[in-house]
C-alpha cells in the first residue's frame, strides 16, 4: 500500500474517534487522536491551577510540557511528564479545559508540531479539528463528519455511563454546546471544513454505514 493520510474533522461527539479507530485496524496504520493532546495540557493546567484561558500563563506552562504518544497493540495510551494519563483525560472538567487551551495559538504550534513529527514518512488516520484545513492539509482523503446535537449529546452520554461516570444528559448537552462554539469560533485553526472534505452527516447512520463509505473512498483512491 502506498503512504496515504486521512484527516477526520468535525464537532465532539459526531463519531470521529469510533471511525478513525476502525480504519487504523482496517488498514494496519497508526491513529492519532490529537484531542487527547489537547487534553493533557487542560489536565497539566488545572493540576497547576493555572487559568486555561490564561494566555500568556499557558504558553509558559507549554513550553516545558512533555507529550509523549505510544501506539502498542493498535492502541493509543498518553503520557504527560511520563505519567499514563489516557484515562485521567476523558473528565468533563478537562473536556472543557481542552477547548479552552486549544483556543491558544502558542498551545496549537507546539501541538501541530508533535503531530506533524508523528505523521511524517508514514500512513496514518488523524481525527481533531483542523487537521484538513491545518495539521495536514495534503492528505489524500478529508473526512468531515457531523451529526445533530441531539444525537451527538445522546452518543456521549451512553459512553460516559458505560464508563461508569455520573452525568445527566443535560450537562453532557451543555458541554458539547460550549466546545461547539468554542471549537468554531476561534481565530487560529478553528474547527472547520476543508474545501476538499467529504462531509458525512451519521445522524441516522450506524458505525459500520459511515465504516464501509469511507473505506469505499480509501479503496478508490488506492
Ligand atoms: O476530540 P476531543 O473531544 O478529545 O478534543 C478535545 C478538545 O481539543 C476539543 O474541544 C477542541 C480541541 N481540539 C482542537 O482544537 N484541535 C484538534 N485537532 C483536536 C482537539
Known amino acids: ?72 497493540e493498535g492502541e493509543q495510551r498518553v503520557f504527560l511528564d511520563n505519567e499514563d494519563v489516557s484515562e485521567k483525560i476523558r473528565s468533563a472538567q478537562v473536556s472543557q479545559g481542552a477547548s479552552d487551551v486549544a483556543t491558544i495559538p502558542e498551545v496549537r504550534l507546539k501541538m501541530v508540531e508533535l503531530q506533524r513529527a ?43 455511563v458505560s464508563k461508569g461516570m455520573d452525568v445527566s444528559l443535560d450537562e453532557v448537552r451543555k458541554g458539547i454546546e460550549y466546545r461547539d462554539k468554542n471549537d468554531s469560533s476561534r481565530d487560529f485553526a478553528p474547527l472547520a471544513k476543508a474545501r476538499d472534505a467529504i462531509e458525512i452527516d451519521t445522524t441516522h447512520m450506524t458505525v459500520e454505514e459511515v465504516a464501509r463509505k469511507i473505506m469505499g473512498f480509501i479503496e478508490r483512491f488506492q
Not at 24 to 48: C, F, N, P
Open 1 to 72: 500500500m502506498r503512504r496515504i493520510t486521512i484527516a477526520i474533522d468535525g464537532p465532539a461527539g459526531a463519531g470521529k474517534s469510533t471511525i478513525a479507530k476502525y480504519i487504523s485496524q482496517t488498514l494496519g496504520i497508526t491513529y492519532l487522536d490529537t484531542g487527547a493532546m489537547y487534553r493533557a495540557v487542560a489536565l497539566k493546567a488545572i493540576r497547576e491551577g493555572v487559568d486555561t484561558r490564561d494566555r500568556e500563563k499557558m504558553a509558559l506552562l507549554v513550553k516545558n510540557i512533555c507529550i509523549r504518544i505510544d501506539f502498542s
Open 118 to 160: 508523528i505523521a511524517k514518512g508514514k500512513s496514518v488516520v488523524m481525527d481533531g479539528r483542523d487537521i484538513g484545513t491545518y495539521v495536514l492539509p495534503d492528505s489524500e482523503i478529508k473526512i468531515f463528519l457531523t451529526a445533530s446535537l441531539e444525537e451527538r449529546t445522546r452518543r456521549r452520554y451512553m459512553e460516559q
